[in-house]
Protein backbone atom coordinates (compact mmCIF):
# COMPACT_ATOMS: atom_id res chain seq x y z
CA UNK A 1 0.00 0.00 0.00
CA UNK A 2 2.97 2.35 0.97
CA UNK A 3 4.79 1.38 -2.22
CA UNK A 4 1.50 2.73 -4.36
CA UNK A 5 0.80 6.03 -2.37
CA UNK A 6 4.81 6.35 -3.33
CA UNK A 7 4.74 6.00 -6.89
CA UNK A 8 1.21 7.81 -7.37
CA UNK A 9 3.00 10.26 -5.48
CA UNK A 10 6.17 10.33 -7.75
CA UNK A 11 4.11 9.52 -10.91
CA UNK A 12 2.00 13.05 -9.68
CA UNK A 13 5.83 15.23 -9.30
CA UNK A 14 6.45 14.12 -12.47
CA UNK A 15 3.72 15.40 -14.56
CA UNK A 16 3.64 18.84 -12.47
CA UNK A 17 7.50 18.84 -13.74
CA UNK A 18 6.38 18.44 -17.02
CA UNK A 19 3.52 20.77 -17.45
CA UNK A 20 4.80 24.01 -19.78
CA UNK A 21 5.46 27.11 -17.80
CA UNK A 22 4.17 29.22 -21.12
CA UNK A 23 0.16 28.13 -20.83
CA UNK A 24 -2.72 29.86 -22.61
CA UNK A 25 -3.61 31.94 -19.28
CA UNK A 26 -0.20 33.04 -18.94
CA UNK A 27 0.30 34.22 -22.79
CA UNK A 28 -2.93 35.75 -22.30
CA UNK A 29 -1.71 37.72 -19.48
CA UNK A 30 1.47 39.05 -21.26
CA UNK A 31 0.20 40.21 -24.13
CA UNK A 32 -2.60 42.28 -21.79
CA UNK A 33 0.36 43.71 -20.12
CA UNK A 34 2.28 44.15 -23.01
CA UNK A 35 -0.34 46.67 -24.28
CA UNK A 36 -1.21 48.36 -20.97
CA UNK A 37 2.81 48.64 -20.33
CA UNK A 38 2.77 52.31 -22.82
CA UNK A 39 0.02 53.56 -21.09
CA UNK A 40 1.63 52.79 -17.47
CA UNK A 41 4.76 53.86 -18.70
CA UNK A 42 3.33 57.67 -20.02
CA UNK A 43 1.47 57.63 -16.53
CA UNK A 44 4.26 56.89 -14.51
CA UNK A 45 6.52 59.09 -16.53
CA UNK A 46 4.38 62.37 -17.49
CA UNK A 47 2.10 62.30 -14.00
CA UNK A 48 2.95 60.46 -11.05
CA UNK A 49 6.84 61.52 -11.22
CA UNK A 50 5.75 65.20 -12.21
CA UNK A 51 3.10 65.06 -9.17
CA UNK A 52 5.66 63.28 -6.47
CA UNK A 53 8.68 66.29 -7.66
CA UNK A 54 6.14 69.01 -7.02
CA UNK A 55 5.19 67.33 -3.94
CA UNK A 56 9.67 67.02 -3.19
CA UNK A 57 9.85 70.89 -4.64
CA UNK A 58 7.48 72.24 -2.00
CA UNK A 59 9.46 70.70 0.79
CA UNK A 60 12.42 72.87 -0.63
CA UNK A 61 13.53 76.68 -0.39
CA UNK A 62 14.99 76.72 -4.00
CA UNK A 63 16.70 80.09 -5.21
CA UNK A 64 17.61 80.00 -9.02
CA UNK A 65 19.20 83.29 -8.64
CA UNK A 66 21.50 82.19 -5.80
CA UNK A 67 21.82 78.38 -6.86
CA UNK A 68 20.62 77.40 -3.98
CA UNK A 69 18.39 74.02 -2.34
CA UNK A 70 17.95 73.62 0.65
CA UNK A 71 15.45 71.53 2.55
CA UNK A 72 13.11 73.09 4.65
CA UNK A 73 9.98 70.69 5.55
CA UNK A 74 6.68 72.09 5.84
CA UNK A 75 7.52 75.73 6.25
CA UNK A 76 5.64 76.53 2.54
CA UNK A 77 2.76 74.90 3.64
CA UNK A 78 2.84 76.85 7.30
CA UNK A 79 3.18 80.22 4.74
CA UNK A 80 0.29 79.09 3.18
CA UNK A 81 -1.64 79.15 5.56
CA UNK A 82 -0.56 82.43 7.15
CA UNK A 83 -0.80 84.12 3.48
CA UNK A 84 -3.19 87.29 3.67
CA UNK A 85 -3.70 86.80 0.12
CA UNK A 86 -4.92 83.69 0.34
CA UNK A 87 -8.37 84.51 1.18
CA UNK A 88 -8.99 86.61 -2.07
CA UNK A 89 -7.18 83.73 -4.38
CA UNK A 90 -9.59 81.13 -3.12
CA UNK A 91 -12.68 83.55 -3.83
CA UNK A 92 -12.02 84.77 -6.94
CA UNK A 93 -11.31 80.99 -7.63
CA UNK A 94 -14.26 79.52 -6.03
CA UNK A 95 -16.48 82.69 -8.09
CA UNK A 96 -14.74 82.09 -11.34
CA UNK A 97 -15.71 78.69 -11.45
CA UNK A 98 -18.89 78.77 -9.74
CA UNK A 99 -20.05 81.22 -12.46
CA UNK A 100 -18.42 79.51 -15.28
CA UNK A 101 -19.56 76.00 -15.00
CA UNK A 102 -23.28 77.50 -14.36
CA UNK A 103 -23.15 79.52 -17.72
CA UNK A 104 -21.22 77.22 -19.20
CA UNK A 105 -24.04 74.21 -18.39
CA UNK A 106 -26.83 76.09 -18.54
CA UNK A 107 -26.28 77.21 -21.90
CA UNK A 108 -25.17 74.39 -23.57
CA UNK A 109 -27.63 72.55 -22.30
CA UNK A 110 -30.35 75.01 -23.68
CA UNK A 111 -28.77 75.47 -27.44
CA UNK A 112 -28.87 71.68 -27.48
CA UNK A 113 -32.23 71.47 -27.00
CA UNK A 114 -33.61 74.04 -29.28
CA UNK A 115 -30.68 72.80 -31.78
CA UNK A 116 -31.84 69.23 -31.52
CA UNK A 117 -35.50 70.80 -32.91
CA UNK A 118 -36.19 69.64 -36.80
CA UNK A 119 -35.87 73.09 -38.25
CA UNK A 120 -33.94 74.96 -40.84
CA UNK A 121 -30.92 76.32 -40.21
CA UNK A 122 -30.09 73.89 -37.38
CA UNK A 123 -26.45 72.92 -38.98
CA UNK A 124 -25.39 76.24 -39.47
CA UNK A 125 -26.50 77.32 -35.79
CA UNK A 126 -24.58 74.04 -34.90
CA UNK A 127 -21.44 74.64 -36.99
CA UNK A 128 -21.47 78.67 -35.64
CA UNK A 129 -21.96 77.63 -31.48
CA UNK A 130 -18.99 75.19 -32.15
CA UNK A 131 -16.76 76.98 -34.38
CA UNK A 132 -14.74 79.03 -31.24
CA UNK A 133 -13.78 75.34 -30.12
CA UNK A 134 -11.42 75.36 -32.78
CA UNK A 135 -10.23 79.12 -32.39
CA UNK A 136 -6.76 79.11 -30.97
CA UNK A 137 -7.18 80.26 -27.08
CA UNK A 138 -4.49 83.28 -27.16
CA UNK A 139 -6.19 84.63 -30.50
CA UNK A 140 -9.61 84.62 -29.25
CA UNK A 141 -8.69 85.78 -25.89
CA UNK A 142 -6.70 89.24 -27.67
CA UNK A 143 -9.87 89.63 -30.57
CA UNK A 144 -11.74 89.69 -26.38
CA UNK A 145 -9.46 92.09 -25.26
CA UNK A 146 -9.91 94.60 -27.59
CA UNK A 147 -13.95 94.22 -27.52
CA UNK A 148 -13.52 95.36 -23.86
CA UNK A 149 -11.67 98.04 -23.89
CA UNK A 150 -13.54 101.29 -22.80
CA UNK A 151 -14.17 102.46 -26.48
CA UNK A 152 -14.19 98.78 -27.72
CA UNK A 153 -16.58 97.46 -29.69
CA UNK A 154 -18.99 96.00 -27.20
CA UNK A 155 -19.25 99.56 -26.01
CA UNK A 156 -19.87 100.85 -29.44
CA UNK A 157 -22.63 98.25 -29.73
CA UNK A 158 -24.00 99.20 -26.75
CA UNK A 159 -23.52 103.00 -28.04
CA UNK A 160 -25.84 102.60 -30.30
CA UNK A 161 -28.46 101.66 -28.06
CA UNK A 162 -27.47 104.98 -26.12
CA UNK A 163 -25.99 103.09 -23.65
CA UNK A 164 -22.54 103.70 -21.87
CA UNK A 165 -20.68 100.97 -21.06
CA UNK A 166 -17.71 100.70 -18.28
CA UNK A 167 -14.06 99.81 -19.50
CA UNK A 168 -15.35 95.99 -18.71
CA UNK A 169 -11.72 95.02 -17.73
CA UNK A 170 -10.81 97.70 -14.80
CA UNK A 171 -13.65 97.54 -13.01
CA UNK A 172 -13.42 95.49 -10.13
CA UNK A 173 -17.15 94.25 -10.45
CA UNK A 174 -17.08 93.57 -14.28
CA UNK A 175 -13.63 92.25 -14.86
CA UNK A 176 -14.28 88.62 -13.37
CA UNK A 177 -17.75 88.38 -15.09
CA UNK A 178 -16.15 89.77 -18.24
CA UNK A 179 -12.96 86.82 -18.20
CA UNK A 180 -16.20 84.09 -17.38
CA UNK A 181 -18.50 85.23 -20.39
CA UNK A 182 -15.40 85.06 -22.75
CA UNK A 183 -14.78 81.77 -21.45
CA UNK A 184 -18.37 80.73 -21.74
CA UNK A 185 -18.42 81.55 -25.16
CA UNK A 186 -15.57 80.03 -26.19
CA UNK A 187 -15.80 76.83 -24.98
CA UNK A 188 -19.81 75.96 -24.55
CA UNK A 189 -20.16 74.48 -28.08
CA UNK A 190 -17.64 71.37 -26.79
CA UNK A 191 -20.06 70.67 -24.23
CA UNK A 192 -23.11 71.49 -26.48
CA UNK A 193 -21.89 68.66 -28.94
CA UNK A 194 -21.87 66.44 -26.14
CA UNK A 195 -25.48 67.67 -24.81
CA UNK A 196 -26.87 67.30 -28.14
CA UNK A 197 -25.41 63.63 -28.75
CA UNK A 198 -27.02 63.16 -25.70
CA UNK A 199 -30.22 63.92 -26.43
CA UNK A 200 -30.43 62.11 -29.63
CA UNK A 201 -29.91 58.96 -28.27
CA UNK A 202 -32.95 59.48 -25.77
CA UNK A 203 -36.07 57.69 -27.73
CA UNK A 204 -39.01 59.62 -28.92
CA UNK A 205 -40.90 56.52 -27.87
CA UNK A 206 -40.57 58.15 -24.06
CA UNK A 207 -41.52 61.52 -24.84
CA UNK A 208 -44.95 60.36 -26.47
CA UNK A 209 -45.99 58.03 -23.71
CA UNK A 210 -45.00 60.67 -20.91
CA UNK A 211 -47.33 63.12 -23.27
CA UNK A 212 -50.24 60.42 -23.57
CA UNK A 213 -50.34 60.30 -19.78
CA UNK A 214 -50.54 64.46 -19.53
CA UNK A 215 -47.02 65.52 -19.14
CA UNK A 216 -46.24 68.85 -19.87
CA UNK A 217 -43.11 69.83 -21.55
CA UNK A 218 -41.65 71.23 -18.27
CA UNK A 219 -42.66 67.47 -16.74
CA UNK A 220 -41.00 65.60 -19.74
CA UNK A 221 -38.04 67.28 -19.31
CA UNK A 222 -37.52 66.09 -15.84
CA UNK A 223 -39.40 63.01 -16.12
CA UNK A 224 -37.39 62.03 -18.95
CA UNK A 225 -34.53 64.25 -20.67
CA UNK A 226 -32.56 64.93 -17.36
CA UNK A 227 -32.50 61.00 -16.18
CA UNK A 228 -31.59 59.51 -19.40
CA UNK A 229 -29.16 62.96 -20.46
CA UNK A 230 -27.86 62.58 -17.01
CA UNK A 231 -24.47 60.48 -17.45
CA UNK A 232 -23.60 63.48 -19.90
CA UNK A 233 -24.51 65.74 -17.51
CA UNK A 234 -22.31 64.15 -15.14
CA UNK A 235 -19.07 64.11 -17.67
CA UNK A 236 -19.55 67.40 -19.00
CA UNK A 237 -19.59 68.90 -14.89
CA UNK A 238 -16.54 67.37 -14.49
CA UNK A 239 -14.45 68.35 -17.24
CA UNK A 240 -16.10 71.71 -16.68
CA UNK A 241 -14.87 71.92 -12.92
CA UNK A 242 -11.69 70.82 -13.55
CA UNK A 243 -10.68 73.24 -16.93
CA UNK A 244 -12.19 76.41 -14.79
CA UNK A 245 -9.42 75.60 -12.11
CA UNK A 246 -6.85 75.56 -14.98
CA UNK A 247 -7.73 78.86 -16.45
CA UNK A 248 -4.60 80.64 -16.83
CA UNK A 249 -4.12 82.45 -20.58
CA UNK A 250 -7.26 84.10 -20.16
CA UNK A 251 -6.49 85.93 -17.11
CA UNK A 252 -2.69 86.59 -18.03
CA UNK A 253 -3.64 88.04 -21.26
CA UNK A 254 -7.28 90.00 -20.42
CA UNK A 255 -6.40 91.31 -16.71
CA UNK A 256 -2.98 89.97 -15.19
CA UNK A 257 -4.95 89.10 -12.00
CA UNK A 258 -6.60 92.79 -11.59
CA UNK A 259 -7.68 95.07 -11.08
CA UNK A 260 -6.29 94.52 -7.42
CA UNK A 261 -6.85 90.84 -6.78
CA UNK A 262 -10.49 90.50 -7.78
CA UNK A 263 -9.08 87.96 -10.76
CA UNK A 264 -6.31 86.88 -9.25
CA UNK A 265 -7.56 82.54 -9.39
CA UNK A 266 -5.16 79.90 -7.53
CA UNK A 267 -3.64 79.13 -11.34
CA UNK A 268 -2.71 82.64 -11.64
CA UNK A 269 -1.38 83.22 -8.31
CA UNK A 270 0.87 80.48 -8.48
CA UNK A 271 2.21 81.47 -11.44
CA UNK A 272 3.20 84.60 -9.99
CA UNK A 273 4.98 83.12 -7.16
CA UNK A 274 6.63 80.64 -9.30
CA UNK A 275 8.16 82.42 -12.20
CA UNK A 276 7.26 85.73 -11.27
CA UNK A 277 9.03 86.39 -7.53
CA UNK A 278 11.02 83.24 -8.48
CA UNK A 279 9.42 81.49 -5.39
CA UNK A 280 9.65 78.18 -6.58
CA UNK A 281 9.32 75.88 -3.41
CA UNK A 282 5.94 78.21 -2.40
CA UNK A 283 4.58 77.90 -6.24
CA UNK A 284 5.19 74.09 -5.96
CA UNK A 285 3.34 74.58 -2.56
CA UNK A 286 0.44 76.10 -4.16
CA UNK A 287 0.17 73.69 -7.08
CA UNK A 288 -0.10 70.42 -4.26
CA UNK A 289 -3.05 72.72 -3.30
CA UNK A 290 -4.80 72.73 -6.49
CA UNK A 291 -4.33 69.20 -7.03
CA UNK A 292 -6.11 68.55 -3.46
CA UNK A 293 -8.61 71.02 -4.32
CA UNK A 294 -9.22 69.11 -7.97
CA UNK A 295 -9.47 65.74 -6.21
CA UNK A 296 -11.65 66.11 -4.29
CA UNK A 297 -14.15 68.14 -6.54
CA UNK A 298 -13.66 65.53 -8.77
CA UNK A 299 -14.03 62.48 -5.84
CA UNK A 300 -16.92 64.35 -3.99
CA UNK A 301 -18.75 64.45 -8.08
CA UNK A 302 -18.34 60.87 -8.74
CA UNK A 303 -19.66 59.35 -5.08
CA UNK A 304 -22.54 61.99 -5.60
CA UNK A 305 -23.44 60.57 -8.68
CA UNK A 306 -25.10 57.57 -7.50
CA UNK A 307 -27.96 59.85 -6.19
CA UNK A 308 -29.06 61.75 -9.69
CA UNK A 309 -27.26 59.54 -12.59
CA UNK A 310 -29.45 57.02 -14.11
CA UNK A 311 -28.82 53.44 -13.67
CA UNK A 312 -26.10 54.18 -11.48
CA UNK A 313 -26.48 52.17 -8.10
Same mark, same amino acid.
Given at each position: ????????????????????? &? %? /?????? $?? @???? *???? =? +???? !??????????????????????????????????????????????????????????????????????????????????????????????? &? %? /?????? $?? @???? *???? =? +???? !????????????????????????????????????????????????????????TRFLRVTVPLISPTILLTSIITVVGSLQVFAQIAVLTQGGP?????? $????????????????????????????????????????????????
Open positions: MAATDLRTRVAGHAATRRRPF &W %T /IPRRDA $LV @GYLL *VSPQ =L +AGSA !LFVLLPLGLVVWYSLQEWNVLAGTFDFIGAQNYAKLLADPNMGAVLTSTALFSAGLVVLNLALALTLAILLNQKLAGTVFFRTLFFSPVLVSLVA &W %T /IVWQFL $LQ @GEGG *VNAL =L +AVGG !LDGPNWLRGEGTALLSVVVVQVIKNVGLNMVLFLAALQGVPRQLYEAAQLDGAGPWGMSTTV $LVYYLYQQAFQFRHFGYGATLSVLLFLIVAVLTLVQWRMRRKWVFHES
